[in-house]
């Protein structure tokens, strides 16, 4: 069975930070290619960094020099560093991976991030 473990959500004052943890279990960790996505109230998900299997990265505007996002093939799992982090940055944070070498794709429950002014 396949599963995707966020954590590390919570409350922070704006200008904080979090690290966010998405630990897989029952896939090939180093063969998808593993995303942050986040949702807010009202809004549409929208894709806040990515990491593929070879270790590029990308990132969203809005967060770029603020985020990082790593993994740890060893450790089947995934990080998103949040710096300096805003009001509007709060959201529910879902972990997302897809295969590269089929169409499957997986998602997390999601973890809250709620950043007060």
């Known amino acids: 069975q396949v599963q995707l473990a966020e954590s590390g959500g919570g409350l922070v004052q704006a200008g904080g930070s979090l690290r966010l943890s998405c630990v897989a279990s029952?896939?090939?960790?180093?063969?998808?290619?593993m995303g942050w996505y986040r949702q807010a109230p009202g809004k549409q998900r929208e894709l806040v960094a990515g990491?593929?299997?070879?270790?590029?990265?990308n990132y969203a505007d809005s967060v770029k020099g603020r985020f990082t996002i790593s993994r740890d093939n060893a450790k089947n799992t995934v990080y998103l560093q949040m710096n300096s982090l805003k009001p509007e940055d709060t959201a529910v944070y879902y972990c997302?991976?897809?295969?590269?070498?089929?169409?499957?794709?997986?998602w997390g429950q999601g973890t809250q991030v709620t950043v007060s002014s």
């Open positions: 997302n991976g897809r295969s590269t070498r089929s169409p499957r794709e997986y």
């Open positions: 029952g896939i090939i960790f180093r063969l998808f290619d």
């Open positions: 990491i593929t299997s070879g270790v590029s990265t």
